[in-house]
């Protein structure tokens, strides 16, 4: 059974979803560019600012949302799959168990070429099956919602002659840069953690 999901990936969606301070960096940050304009007397950039920021946002999170769903469902299946005492990331990692506590002395034959040219194939991949699995995740619905709002507040913006590009997409990077500087630091921690 699946005991430990503590794995990089799904640990750092977890804890980004999780971590407030994920959520304070992306408000401090957009309450000190909105400090920014209102001293410049900049109110194009800011409504250009707060608009992207606003629906980036809904993005971004809707999408750690339906990817940590995604996670737990896939989790759910392979828990049902292997329903044995090795849990699926064992499974994954070794897959014939040569790593166990447990070793089996076994006499080691070299491989026929057979074997050479069957282990040297490419794997198959099958790519509906990996679309089908990552549509969810891909097509939430409010990532949609999230997507529907930028195209609105663009062309809102556009239409009104209040466009300014420059503070749109920097409004819109806010999330992104700040959630990557947040995972590189929980990724630094999770190393520190695991080095221990």
């Known amino acids: 059974m699946i005991q430990n999901t503590n794995t990089w990936p799904s640990m750092v969606i977890i804890k980004m979803i999780m971590n407030k301070s994920l959520l304070k960096s992306f408000f401090i940050t957009d309450i000190i560019i909105i400090l920014l304009c209102i001293v410049l007397n900049e109110y194009t950039w800011l409504i250009n600012i707060q608009i992207a920021f606003i629906t980036s946002f809904i993005i971004s999170m809707a999408s750690f949302y339906s990817y940590k769903s995604n996670i737990d469902k896939n989790i759910v ?17 070794d897959p014939y168990d040569l790593y166990s506590d447990v070793v089996n002395e076994q006499i080691i034959e070299s491989p026929s070429a057979q074997e050479i040219k069957e282990a040297m ?76």
Do not use: C, T, W
């Open 121 to 196: 194939k490419p794997i198959k991949q099958n790519h509906f099956a990996n679309f089908k699995s990552g549509f969810g995740g891909m097509a939430s619905l409010y990532r949609i919602f999230g997507y529907v709002g930028l195209v609105i507040g663009f062309f809102y913006l556009n239409n009104n002659g209040l466009l300014h590009i420059y503070s749109y997409i920097l409004g819109f990077l806010i999330v992104p840069i700040s959630s990557l500087f947040i995972s590189i630091s929980l990724k630094k921690e999770y190393n520190a953690k695991e080095s221990l």
């Open 77 to 93: 299946i392979e828990k049902e799959k292997y329903n044995d005492d090795l849990d699926y990331i064992d499974k994954v990692d």
